[in-house]
C-alpha cells in the first residue's frame, strides 16, 4: 500500500477518539509463512499503539476478523511463529477471517506501576480503534462490505474483552473472554494459594493422592488443624483442589506483577499484619516463624540471564509464552541485554519455601532502595520485576538486606478483603451476624486492580453477543468467577440472557492457552474449545445459528460442580470414563493382562470422536492410539476398549484421551475438543 493509499484511508478514518485520529500503514506485504497472506502493519501517529493485520486471500475471505486481545499491553508481533493449534493466524484464515493484533497502547513497566495514569487505553481504546479502521482497510481490499468482528482474550484480557464490548458500541459483534477472573480476584487468589502452599508443603502428595483415581476422597486425612484450614479455606475461596498436583512448578504466578502496586495502593497492611491484634502476625503460628528470612549479606557477582538459566534459576522464554493467557507474567521481570537477572551473595541462605521477598539495598549508591525478589537458591537470589535504574547501581560489595516479611503478609490479605454479601464465596469469613471475622483494610483492592486492566468495573451490560469460557481446574481464575459475571448479565437482560450469552465450562483445563499443558495425563488443553467458541459465535451473530447451551452447573462451597454425564453437563466437551474391570482401582500382577473399558460421550449435536490415545505408565506421550472409532451420532457415545500387560510392579495411572471435532476433521489441528479420565493400577 503506497503512501498515498495509507493517508487516502486514514482520511476515511472518523472516530470520537481524537487521541486516535491519524492512522497510517508502515508495511504493506504478501507473507507464505504460516499460510499465504496480506501483512499490513502501523499505528496512530503521536501515540504509542501499533497494530498488525493479516488479510487472506480473497477467496478465503468471509467478511469477519479475530482480534485477540492480551493479558496485558504487549506488542503486535506476539502470535508470529506460532504453529499447529496454537497459530492464531492461520486459524483466523481457516475461519474466513482475517486477524487483528495490536500492543495495547504500549507494553507497562510493572516495575514502576501506577494508578494514576489512563486505564481505558490499554483497557479497550486502543485496540477498538484499531478494529474500526481494519473495517476500513478490508473495505479497501475486498471491496465495500459489512465486516463482523469478534474479540476474545484470556485472564487479564479477559477482563479487556469485557471491557471493550462493555464500553463500546459497533466495534465488535461478539467477545470470547476466557478463564475469567472477578473484580475481587486479585490479589486474594494469590493470597489463599500461597497460605496453603507454605503450610501443606510437605502434605501435598497425600491430598495429591486422595483426590486421584481410585483415592480414599478425603484430602483432609492425616492433617494437623492448621493444615485443615488452610486446605479449606483454599477450597472454599475456590482454588480446585484437584489441582494442587502441580504445587512444584506453579509458584506464585501472577502475583509477581501485582507485589509493587499492593504495596502502593496498601503500605501500612504490611506493617499492621506484625503489630496489630486480629492479623497473623501479631501472634504468629510457628509454621509462620519458621518460614520468615531476614538476612543481612553483600553483593558478591552479578549473574546474567544466560548464566541464570545454566544455573537453573530461571526458564528461557518460550516465543509461545509472550501474550499467553497462563505465562505471560514471565516477560515482567524488566532486565534487558546484558543487565543481571539475578544476584550471588557472600551467604549461604536457609530453605524456607520461599515465595518472594525484598532485596533492601543498605550500602552503596542504591543505598535505601529495594528490589522485589524472586526466588532464592543457596547464595542465589533472582529478582521479580525490577527498575533497571536502580538495578545499574548496585555493586559488587554492597550490604544487602533480604527479608520475605511482606510477601509472608500478603498470605492471609484476604481475610482482610471481605466484599459485599453478592460475593457469597467470602461468607467462610463472616460470622453469624454477616459481619467480617477479621479486621478489613480500608479499601478493597480487587476492584482497583481489575480497573488497572479494563478501565471500568465489569457491570454485565454489553450489546452483542458473548460466550464465556471457564477451567474447572483453573487455579488462577477461580472457576465462581465465569457464574458471578453470568449474574452479571442476567442482571441486565433477564429473560434475554440466553439469546446473547453463554457460559461454558471446560473440565480439567487449567489457566493457560497452551495446547501442551504441564501433566498431560492429568490436564487438557482448552484451545480447542476457544476456537470453537469463535466459529459458533460468528454463526450466531452472522446467521442466527444458536450455539450450545450453557453448561450445567452449581456452586458448591467456593467449588464449581458439573453433572457427571455430556448429555446433562451440555457445553461442547466430550465425557470420558474409563473404568479397569469395572472400577476406578484395580490389582494385577506383573505379566498380567488387564482389560480397559471407556464410555466416551459427545454432547449432542456438537462434533464427533476423531481421536482416542491411550497413555499407560505415565509417558506422557500417549503412544497407543484406538485406530477403530465407532461413534454413535443418535446417542452421542463411543465405547473403546483396550488391553495391556505391565511388566514391572508399581502404581500406574493409565489414561485415556480422547478429542471431539464439530464436522468429524480428523486431520485439522483446530477446534478438537479434548478430555481424559484415568484410574489406578496397582502392579504386584
Not at 379 to 404: M, Q, R, T, Y
Not at 537 to 546: D, F, N, V
Amino acid at each position: 500500500m503506497l503512501p498515498q493509499q495509507s493517508q487516502q484511508l486514514a482520511q476515511k478514518f472518523i472516530t470520537k477518539d481524537t487521541i486516535f485520529k491519524a492512522p497510517y500503514i508502515d508495511i504493506d506485504e504478501w507473507r507464505e509463512k504460516p499460510v499465504r497472506h496480506r501483512y499490513l502493519h502501523g499505528g496512530f501517529a503521536g501515540t504509542e499503539t501499533r497494530f498488525s493485520l493479516y488479510f487472506p486471500e480473497k477467496s478465503h475471505y468471509q467478511g469477519r476478523f479475530f482480534q485477540y486481545i492480551t493479558p496485558f499491553p504487549d506488542n503486535e508481533f506476539l502470535s508470529q511463529g506460532a504453529t499447529g493449534e496454537e497459530d492464531k493466524i492461520s486459524f483466523s484464515i481457516s475461519s474466513g477471517a482475517y486477524f487483528v493484533e495490536t500492543n495495547g497502547g504500549g507494553k507497562v513497566d510493572f516495575s514502576k506501576p501506577s494508578f494514576n495514569s489512563d486505564p481505558t487505553i490499554g483497557a479497550f481504546r486502543a485496540n477498538a480503534a484499531t478494529a474500526s479502521f481494519s473495517k476500513i482497510v478490508a473495505s479497501e481490499i475486498f471491496g465495500k462490505h459489512r465486516t463482523y468482528g469478534y474479540a476474545f482474550g484470556g485472564s487479564g484480557g479477559a477482563y479487556r474483552t469485557i471491557g471493550s464490548i462493555e464500553n463500546t458500541d459497533g466495534v465488535w459483534d461478539g467477545v470470547v473472554p476466557y478463564v475469567l477472573g472477578s473484580p475481587m480476584a486479585i490479589p486474594n487468589v494469590f493470597a489463599v494459594r500461597m497460605n496453603a502452599m507454605r503450610i501443606l508443603d510437605k502434605k501435598l502428595p497425600q491430598i495429591i493422592d486422595a483426590l486421584d483415581a481410585g483415592g480414599s476422597g478425603d484430602m483432609y486425612a492425616g492433617l494437623n488443624e492448621e493444615e485443615k484450614e488452610a486446605l479449606r479455606e483454599a477450597t472454599k475461596l475456590g482454588f480446585p483442589a484437584q489441582s494442587w498436583f502441580g504445587y512444584k512448578t506453579m509458584g506464585i504466578h501472577g502475583f509477581i506483577a501485582l507485589y509493587q502496586g499492593m504495596r502502593m495502593a496498601d503500605a501500612k497492611f504490611f506493617e499492621d499484619f506484625w503489630r496489630v491484634e486480629g492479623y497473623l502476625g501479631a501472634n504468629p503460628t510457628e509454621s509462620l516463624l519458621k518460614a520468615r528470612l531476614q538476612k543481612v549479606s553483600k553483593i558478591k557477582a552479578g549473574i546474567t540471564i544466560d548464566e541464570a538459566v545454566k544455573l537453573g534459576l530461571k526458564e528461557p522464554e518460550t516465543a509461545g509464552e509472550r501474550g499467553s493467557a497462563d505465562l505471560a507474567w514471565k516477560s515482567m521481570g524488566g532486565v534487558e541485554g546484558k543487565m543481571p537477572v539475578a544476584f550471588q551473595i557472600e551467604d549461604i541462605l536457609p530453605d524456607v519455601n520461599f515465595m518472594g521477598g525484598d532485596l533492601v539495598i543498605k550500602t552503596g549508591a542504591a543505598a535505601g532502595k529495594t528490589l522485589q525478589l524472586a526466588t532464592i537458591l543457596g547464595d542465589k537470589i533472582v529478582f521479580g520485576p525490577v527498575d533497571l535504574s536502580v538495578l545499574a547501581k548496585i555493586k559488587v560489595g554492597d550490604e544487602v538486606f533480604i527479608d520475605n516479611s511482606n510477601f509472608l503478609a500478603v498470605q492471609t490479605y484476604h481475610r482482610h478483603q471481605v466484599p459485599g454479601r453478592e460475593y457469597k464465596v467470602w461468607d467462610y469469613w463472616r460470622d453469624a451476624n454477616g459481619n467480617p471475622k477479621y479486621p478489613q483494610r480500608s479499601l478493597l483492592l480487587g476492584p482497583l486492580f481489575t480497573r488497572g486492566a479494563a478501565g471500568v468495573l465489569p457491570t454485565g451490560n454489553f450489546k452483542g453477543k458473548m460466550i464465556v469460557l471457564c477451567s474447572l481446574w483453573d487455579r488462577e481464575a477461580f472457576a465462581w468467577q465465569g457464574d458471578f459475571y453470568r449474574e452479571k448479565v442476567k442482571s441486565h437482560l433477564g429473560d434475554k440472557t440466553d439469546e446473547n450469552f453463554r457460559l461454558w465450562y471446560t473440565d480439567r483445563a487449567l489457566h493457560g492457552d497452551l495446547s501442551k499443558q504441564e501433566y498431560p495425563t492429568r490436564t487438557v488443553s482448552y484451545l480447542g474449545v476457544l476456537q470453537q467458541a469463535l466459529r459458533d459465535l460468528s454463526a450466531w451473530c452472522e446467521k442466527g445459528i444458536i450455539p450450545a447451551a450453557s453448561t450445567n452447573y452449581k456452586i458448591e462451597d467456593g467449588q464449581v460442580v458439573v453433572p457427571t454425564t455430556a448429555s446433562e453437563r451440555r457445553g461442547i466437551q466430550p465425557v470420558v470414563n474409563l473404568t479397569i474391570n469395572g472400577e476406578k482401582k484395580a490389582n494385577t500382577k506383573a505379566g498380567q493382562t488387564a482389560s480397559f473399558e471407556a464410555v466416551v460421550e459427545v454432547p449432542l449435536h456438537t462434533g464427533k470422536i476423531v481421536a482416542a490415545e491411550w497413555d499407560f505408565e505415565g509417558k506422557d506421550s500417549f503412544p497407543i492410539k484406538s485406530e477403530k472409532i465407532v461413534f454413535d451420532e443418535k446417542t452421542g457415545r463411543a465405547t473403546l476398549k483396550m488391553t495391556y500387560k505391565f511388566t514391572k510392579s508399581g502404581t500406574y495411572f493409565p489414561t485415556l484421551r480422547v478429542a471431539s471435532q464439530r464436522n468429524g476433521d480428523a486431520k485439522t489441528p483446530f477446534a478438537r475438543i479434548p478430555n481424559l479420565d484415568r484410574v489406578r493400577v496397582v502392579v504386584e
